[in-house]
C-alpha cells in the first residue's frame, strides 16, 4: 500500500504544506507536550494513584500560628520552647526526630546554646536541616549552621521545583557538598533505621487520601505536643516544622483540583511523603523508551490504517479518537494499579497529527477532480473597519501604515476559574453576555475592536478614520466599561456566579495599522510598543490594586476627568518608566478622596518619611482602596518614592 507519490512528481506547493505541518506538528510537540504531561501527571497523581496508604509510623510536629502566639515574638523562632519539646519528644524513646528548621543564624544565646545540647544529648537520632551554598546561603550563614549542634545528623532541606511553574514534581535525593554526598533530609531520616537511599532522583510520590486530597498524616500541633503522652511519639519517625500560610509552603500537584492555597503544602509533609516512600518502598514506574511508546506505537499503526482506508469520513474520526481514548484508558490503569507512567501527551498529538495528514492525503486521492480550496471562513471585523472597506476597496490589501492611536486593553479577572466550575453551556452563555456588552461599548463610543481573545477585548481609537478626541473618547469608554462591569457583576452574583472586576490599560502612540496575514485570510490589527505598552499596564492593574491604568499620554489629553497617580512604572520587557494613573468616577466623595490621596503621594514621591503615616490614615478612611493598601504596603516594607518595578510580573 503505497501511501506518498514518488517526490519528484508532488506538487511543490503540496511538499511544502507537507513539510510546514510536520514542522507545526513537531513544533506543537515540543512546546505543549512537556507541560501537558506534567499537568496530566498531576491529575493522575491526585485521582487515582495507587499511593494511598502512607505509614502509621510518621508523626508530624508542626508549629502553627497558635503555637506562635504563646511565645514572646513571632520572629526568630523561640528556642527555648524548641529545645523543651525536643527533649519532651526524645523522652518517649522515638525511632528518629527529624527537625525541619535551619539553624543559620544566632538568636537568644542561653537559648541557642540549650537547644544545641539538647540536640546533642539526644538518646534518639536527630536529623537537623541543613543547605549549602547552591541554596542562597551566605558564607556566615552556613559557619554558623556547621557550629550548631555539629555531632547532630545532618539533612539536606531543599526541595526540586520545577523550572516552570515550581511544582514540587520530583524528590532531592541529595547533593555533593564539599566532595561528600549529604542525602537529603527525607533520605537522612530513613538512614537512621538502616533504609537505604539512592543518590539518584526519583519521581516524587504524593499520598492521597480518597478522593482528590492530600493524606492525612498524623500531625500534632507543638503546643499540644509538648504536653502529649510518650505512647504519641513511641517508635515513631517524629518530623518538626512549620505550618504557618505564608511560610515554607510549596506547590504540589494536588493543586491542580484543589486550588493554589489548599494544593501547597508545608515544607514538612512533604519530606513527610518522601520518608514514606522510602519506608514503604513505593516508586513510580517508568518504562525505557521502546517500552513506553509501544502502545502508542500499535495505536498509530491502526489511526494511520483506519485513515487510508475507503470508508466514511465520518467514521474515521470516531475510530481514531476512540483508539486515542482507550490506550489512555489503559496507560491510566496501569498507573492506577501498579504506578507505571506512561508518556501520554506526546504520543497522542502525534497519532492525531499523523493520522490526520493521512486521512487528508486520503481525501485527496478520493476527491482528485476536486480542488483543495477553502470551504470558508469568516472574519470578525468592528463596522469602523466594514465601513472603511466598503468607501475604499482598495485598502484589502496586505500591509500598514504608522498611525497615532489610543489602544485599549479590557480583561475580566476569574473568568477563567468561572469556566471550570461551571458547566460549559452556561458559561459559554455568561461569556457572550459579557462579550456582547464589551464590546457594545467598544462600538459605541467608536472604537475599533482589533480582536477578542478570551474574555479580553482589545480596541483602538484613531484608525482606520481619524479621531481628533481619540484619547477623549478611550477615557469615555474606560468609564462606561467601569460602570458595566459593576453591573455585570451585580447581575452573575445573583444567578449563582462570582467573577472579578474588569481590568482596563489605556495606552497612546504611533502603531502599524493594516491588514496582516495571507492573501486568504488577514486581519486588521494594530502592532507595536504602543500595543504591547496597553497591555502591560492592563497587567500592572492586579498588582496595583486598580481597575484601570492610564498612561500619562492618556490622561494629559483632558482636564474633564478626575485622575489621581498610581506610580511610575517600570512594566515587564520595558527599560523605560512610564506614569500611570487611574481614572475615577466624577463625584464629591471621590474628589474629595482623591485630594487626600494625591497629598500622601506628594509625601511619597518625595520620599517624605510621613509618606506612610499618610497613607496609614488613607487606609483607615478607605479600608477597601486598593492602591492606598498597595502604597501602604511597599511603604511598610521599605521602599520609597513613586517609582515601581513591575519586572517578571
Known amino acids: 500500500m503505497a501511501v506518498f507519490t514518488p517526490i519528484g512528481k508532488v506538487q511543490k506547493g503540496r511538499l511544502l504544506a507537507s513539510l510546514g505541518f510536520f514542522f507545526i506538528l513537531g513544533a506543537c510537540i515540543a512546546t505543549f507536550s512537556p507541560s501537558g504531561e506534567k499537568l496530566l501527571r498531576d491529575v493522575l497523581m491526585t485521582t487515582i494513584s495507587p499511593f494511598v496508604a502512607p505509614p502509621t509510623d510518621i508523626v508530624i510536629v508542626t508549629i502553627t500560628e497558635q503555637t506562635l502566639e504563646r511565645f514572646p515574638y513571632r520572629s526568630p523562632l523561640d528556642r527555648g ?7 519532651r519528644i526524645d523522652k518517649a524513646h522515638p525511632r ?96 537512621t533505621a538502616g533504609i537505604s537511599a539512592s543518590q539518584a532522583a526519583e519521581k516524587m510520590v504524593y499520598y492521597r487520601a480518597t478522593g482528590i486530597h492530600p493524606a492525612r498524616f498524623t500531625i500534632y500541633p507543638a503546643h499540644a505536643a509538648a504536653f502529649a503522652p510518650p505512647a504519641w511519639f513511641a517508635g515513631k519517625f517524629v518530623l518538626i516544622g512549620v505550618d504557618l500560610p505564608l511560610q515554607d509552603r510549596h506547590a504540589t500537584p494536588f493543586a491542580v483540583l484543589n486550588g493554589s492555597v489548599a494544593g501547597a503544602l508545608p515544607g514538612v509533609v512533604i519530606h513527610a511523603n518522601a520518608l514514606a516512600r522510602l519506608i514503604k518502598g513505593d516508586k ?21 490504517w483506519v485513515a487510508w482506508l475507503r470508508i466514511s ?42 493520522s490526520g495528514f493521512v486521512a487528508i492525503l486520503a ?38 501604515s504608522e498611525r497615532l492611536i489610543t489602544c485599549v486593553f479590557t480583561d475580566l479577572e476569574g473568568f477563567t476559574s468561572l469556566g471550570e466550575r461551571t458547566e460549559p453551556e452556561v458559561f459559554a452563555t455568561v461569556l457572550n453576555e459579557y462579550l456582547e456588552a464589551v464590546c457594545g461599548l467598544f462600538i459605541e463610543h467608536g472604537a475599533t475592536i482589533d480582536k477578542l481573545i478570551g474574555d479580553a477585548v482589545i480596541g483602538f481609537f484613531g484608525a482606520p478614520g481619524v479621531q481628533e478626541d481619540q484619547a477623549e473618547r478611550a477615557l469615555k ?38 491588514n496582516f496575514g495571507g492573501n486568504r485570510f488577514f486581519n486588521y490589527t494594530a502592532m507595536g510598543d504602543t500595543v504591547n505598552t496597553a497591555a502591560r499596564l492592563e497587567g500592572a492593574n492586579k498588582f496595583l490594586g486598580t481597575v484601570n491604568c492610564i498612561s500619562e499620554e492618556v490622561a494629559n489629553s483632558s482636564d474633564d476627568y478626575l485622575l489621581r497617580p498610581s506610580g511610575v512604572l517600570c512594566l515587564k520587557g520595558k527599560t523605560g518608566w512610564i506614569s500611570a494613573f487611574e481614572l475615577l468616577e466624577d463625584g464629591r466623595m471621590n474628589r474629595e478622596m482623591v485630594e487626600a490621596y494625591s497629598q500622601a503621594y506628594l509625601l511619597m514621591s518625595a520620599r517624605d518619611k510621613t509618606a506612610a503615616a499618610a497613607f496609614a490614615s488613607l487606609a483607615i478612611q478607605y479600608p477597601n482602596d486598593g492602591l492606598v493598601a498597595y502604597h501602604l504596603g511597599r511603604l511598610k516594607q521599605g521602599e520609597a518614592g513613586d517609582r515601581i518595578y513591575l519586572e517578571g510580573k
Open 363 to 400: 481525501w485527496h486521492r478520493d476527491s482528485k477532480e476536486r480542488r483543495f480550496v477553502q470551504n470558508a471562513f469568516s472574519q470578525y471585523l468592528s463596522p469602523a473597519v466594514v465601513a472603511e472597506l466598503v468607501s475604499k476597496p482598495a485598502s484589502l490589501r496586505l500591509g500598514g
Open 96 to 191: 528518629t526526630i527529624g527537625i525541619d528548621l535551619l539553624f543559620d543564624q544566632p538568636t537568644e544565646a542561653e537559648k541557642d546554646r540549650r537547644l544545641a545540647e539538647v540536640i546533642e544529648a539526644a538518646e534518639s537520632p536527630v536529623i537537623v536541616a541543613s543547605a549549602s551554598h547552591e541554596d542562597d546561603l551566605t558564607d556566615k550563614q552556613l559557619s554558623y549552621l556547621s557550629r550548631f549542634a555539629p555531632s547532630a545528623i545532618r539533612g539536606l532541606a531543599a526541595l526540586s521545583h520545577d523550572r516552570v511553574d515550581g511544582v514540587v514534581r520530583e524528590e532531592f535525593p541529595g547533593r555533593l557538598v564539599n566532595g561528600n554526598w549529604q542525602p537529603s533530609f527525607a533520605s537522612a531520616l530513613a538512614q
Open 477 to 514: 469608554l474606560t468609564l462606561a466599561t467601569v460602570a458595566m462591569s459593576r453591573r455585570f457583576r451585580t447581575d452573575l452574583k445573583s444567578r449563582g456566579h462570582d467573577v472579578g472586576v474588569t481590568r482596563i490599560g489605556v495606552h497612546r502612540g504611533p502603531a502599524v495599522v493594516g
Open 313 to 354: 469520513v465520518l467514521v474515521k474520526p470516531v475510530v481514531i479518537i476512540g483508539a486515542v481514548v482507550l490506550v489512555l484508558i489503559l496507560e491510566a490503569t496501569a498507573f492506577a494499579k501498579a504506578g507505571i507512567l506512561l508518556p501520554m501527551v506526546a504520543p497522542s498529538m502525534l497519532l492525531l497529527g499523523l
Open 81 to 87: 520552647a524548641l529545645a523543651d519539646l525536643v527533649q
Open 284 to 304: 513510580i514506574i517508568t518504562p525505557e523508551a521502546v517500552a513506553a511508546f509501544a502502545p502508542f506505537v500499535l495505536a498509530t499503526a491502526l489511526c494511520i
